[in-house]
RNA sequence: UGCCCGAUGGUGUAAUUGGCAACACGUCUGACUCUGGAUCAGAAGAGUCCAGGUUCGAGCCCUGGUCGGGCAACCA
């Protein structure tokens, strides 16, 4: 009954292999290794969902792992942040997270394995000298002179080491392998540094840490996983990778390391070190800034974890540099957002529109099905009246035939309401309209089944009604295509200075009043937006999601 | 003057024993519409980095180039 066969990727490719011919007894067993050093981004998102994604199509696990080797640099802030990412985003690691740091005692032990065969030792140099004699990529390293010391030095050095008798930078285990090998990483890769540093788990317990490239693999090893999937600038460490693991496999399981393309995001910047930057340097408000490409900022902007998903799903994996346009980003989201958000009447840039031929006082209630999309969607009441508030935008003097609004002498529908004809308005000193006078046309109310044809529908909010809110749009943070790429340009200097508008008399439909922090909904005609955690009943706070597709200001531009 | 990897419409990804280059986003038409949204229909856009070779047949295989990315933290 199968329909058809679907195209698989190189990963998918392997694992299918893997398992037709029995490999690891076929089991597929993934784990993503993020280092609790900073928040995750849509990059780790892709990640994610490649891991996770991958153990569910073929009936495997996901570890979530933290690459927890560098106490100088990590934090908890950082564990607690990635497991709310990666649940939020609506994945499930097997068992409890896992920490390298579980396993230095495993990793110790192995170390002193690889003494005891002449295969590490402990070296007293400084650490630029060892620098200068790795040598360059097009020429081989020299050796260091404590490089043939006796496996009962070593033994004895190292566990000094760890017992904490030198200082930091004063001697490290190095892994004996090659110091004319094309790749650098096989020149006698450090295994082990000495750091008098606090751990966030395992506190003053160790004084000496691993290095990744002998904590991943035999992290990978120790946990059983199968497929370790990692991102392309580790490509030239797999070798080294492989050789740890020759080192200590034992039996036939053996983890295989494969390497994809990070993803790139056009407009943005992804690495973590610059986002650090944004956020120490104040430019935005916290790792969870609407603007910034974390999942946690991603949230907070409206995106939902269906949208992120399937975004992951459209770019793909492969081993080439890519960079996909954010707008594509942008789709997913509104491709989702259209099906499940509620259509709700809103005047971000409001303007008094008065219906001089409606009964002063009267009010009638209308009705707005809330989302035309979705066929169970209920509909509900509207408060209409004689003054309405509709969008600046929505209005112009001298309107050019292909404006399809409001303009002396026009006629247009209020969405839901009736069809109203501009007789005239009133301008301030500066020339700012202040007021429109319509009439309308009392026959034409919705659904009584009398129209006409008018170019335009607009939306509205009746003035005495309307319930104020404060509205967040959000831009693109930067305004190059690619901030991180200029050679001599700092990326802050490709900041947009309207990434962020904040309009403050915002007049939307009592509906919203009860709104609550993370609600999502579609302004008519203007974009999806939802409730930011600063809004209070009473004081509500929008963020801009992602504006509507909008060809009228295609066609403007 | 090393080693590793990559190269398919504007962008990304397919083409699974070598068999008419497909899909998505974007772009452009048109239809429909009480959201200039959504939806629907259609179009343009690559001959697969280059040059040879193998083959009846090559995006896929071979050889040699070109271009791009990565590798010289006691980071991951």
Sequence with gaps: MESEKKSLNFIEAIIKEDIESNKNGGRVHLRFPPEPNGYLHIGHAKSICLNFGLAEE???????????TNPVKEDVEYVDSIKEDIKWLGFKWDGEPKYASDYFGKLYEWAVKLIKEGKAYV?????????EQRGVPTRPGIESPYRNRSVEENLDLFERMKKGEFEDGSKVLRAKIDMSSPNMHMRDPIMYRILHAEHHRTGNEW?????????????????????????????????????FLDQIVEGDYRPRQIEFARLNLSYTVMSKRKLLQLVEEGIVNGWDDPRMPTISGLRRRGYT???????ADRIGVAKRDN?????????SVREHLNKITDRMMAV?????????????????????????????SASRKVPFSKVVYIERDDFMENPPKKFFRLGPGREVRLKGAYIVKCEDYKKDENGNITEIYCTYDPETKSGSGVSRKVKGTLHWVSAEHAINAEVRLYDRLFKDEDPAGHKDVD????????????LKDCKLEPSLADAEPGDKFQFQRIGYFCVDKDSKPGNLVFNRTVPLRDSWAKKSK
């Design 348 to 376: 971000l840039n409001p303007v008094k529109l008065i219906i001089t031929n409606y009964p002063e006082g009267k009010v009638e209630d209308v009705e707005l099905i809330n989302n035309p999309e979705d066929e169970n």
């Design 323 to 331: 960079v996909i346009d954010v707008g594509l980003l942008e789709f």
């Design 58 to 68: 073929y009936g495997g696990k996901c570890n979530l792992r933290f690459d927890d």
């Design 491 to 502: 990326f802050k200097e490709f900041l947009n200075p309207e990434s962020l508008k904040i």
């Design 305 to 311: 974890p269906e949208s992120i998903r399937n975004f």
């Design 207 to 243: 004084c000496i840490y691993p290095m990744y490239d002998w904590a991943h693999g035999q992290s990978d090893y120790i946990e059983g996983i199968t497929h370790s999937l990692c991102t392309l600038e580790f490509e030239i460490h797999r070798p080294l990778y492989d050789w």
């Design 123 to 131: 070296d007293d140099q400084p650490q630029e000298l060892i620098s």
